[in-house]
């Protein structure tokens, strides 16, 4: 569930069954039950039926009940709208958010009794508050349920999740980047290495940075796809491990679109310099184990683009350490 964006495409015609954070080719011949093919049906049966259910599960476990029924849970965030009773009494929460896109979530309580209601504070908030109406916000310690005492009638309860960089070491000493819940990925294009392309279908739902091959196109819209990259991939990071948002800017648009988990439709990116990587090459239509970091480059350093892995269809996730 947790992987959904990353898996299902646009209009959900398409999907694959893995997500890899070392991808840079979806084909037909990557594995042999196609379980990285951009397809509707080249895939494991209980998936092609199954993938549906990943939008409706979260919805129905954003808001969970305490054990002994007095108390409400928010367990996930995402903007929703949820009616429930407490000791036989109505209560209605609505919480305004874009999170994960957006540190900030604003819950709206219209309360016919009183009840504790839990906040969860991801470890990785660090100075999280929370504020009850027009009190002044209090600090939530990180990794813990923080407990607001709801009382009946309406209220608000501000919850800040201060989002910073932060890396996590991989193999060979490489490095991942993540903000928040998000872990980022480099942004690159991909292109068609076949002529088969249905232009009217692609104009209307492919972004340009996917401009994928055609490989057989079935009834109500689906196809089997493939994607190459045509813009180079094996980059270095120079990134400063003890102080990350030092040498990582990030950007966000204002509003959220349609399709935040789109290449082109997302509202966050990070921009990072690299270097190419020359080494570091392609093994079995994968990226390669990274080269023990730190490494050097004599490639010129250039400005690199970092999305949400959900936002991306090829991914590189984990990257060498840059040291010149």
């Known amino acids: ?33 196609h379980s990285l093919t951009h397809s509707l049906t080249r895939q494991i049966g209980c998936c092609t039926v199954n993938f549906p259910q990943g939008w409706p599960k979260l919805a129905t476990q954003l808001m969970m009940k305490t054990a002994d029924g007095s108390g409400l849970v928010a367990a996930f965030y995402a903007p929703s709208n949820t009616t429930t009773t407490i000791k036989g009494k109505r209560v209605s929460i609505i919480l305004d958010t874009n999170y994960p896109l957006s540190e900030k979530l604003l819950f709206a309580i219209d309360a016919s009794t009183d009840f504790p209601f839990f ?85 209307n739902t492919l972004s340009m940075d996917e401009k994928w091959v055609q490989l057989k196109h079935y009834a109500f819209n689906s196809s089997d796809w493939q994607i190459d990259p045509i813009t180079p991939w094996n980059y270095a990071l120079k990134v400063d491990v003890n102080n990350p948002s030092a040498s990582i800017q990030f950007f966000s648009s204002n509003t959220v679109g349609p399709l935040p988990f789109s290449s082109n439709g997302t509202p966050v990116k990070a921009v990072v310099q690299g270097r190419l990587l020359p080494s570091w090459g392609i093994v079995d239509n994968a990226a390669a184990p990274p080269p023990p970091s730190p490494v ?13 892995y959900g936002a991306a269809r090829l991914r590189i996730a984990e990257f060498p350490l840059l040291v010149n």
């Open 1 to 33: 569930m947790a992987l959904h964006p990353t898996l299902v495409f646009k209009l959900s015609h398409t999907h694959t069954t893995h997500s890899l954070t070392h991808s840079l080719t979806h084909s037909l011949t990557h594995s042999l039950t």
């Open 119 to 203: 906040l969860r504070i991801p470890e990785w908030a660090i100075g999280a508050t929370v504020q009850i109406d027009q009190s002044a916000p209090v600090k939530a310690q990180p990794g813990q349920l923080y407990q607001v005492n709801i009382r009946m009638g309406r209220s608000t309860v501000r919850l800040i999740l201060p989002m910073e960089f932060r890396i996590q070491r991989r193999y060979n000493n490489a490095i991942s980047i993540y903000r928040g819940p998000l872990l980022y990925v480099l942004k690159y294009s991909h292109t068609p290495q076949h002529a088969n392309i249905f232009t009217n279908y692609i104009s």
């Open 296 to 308: 050097t480059s004599s490639a010129p350093l250039e400005r690199l683009v970092l999305v949400p």
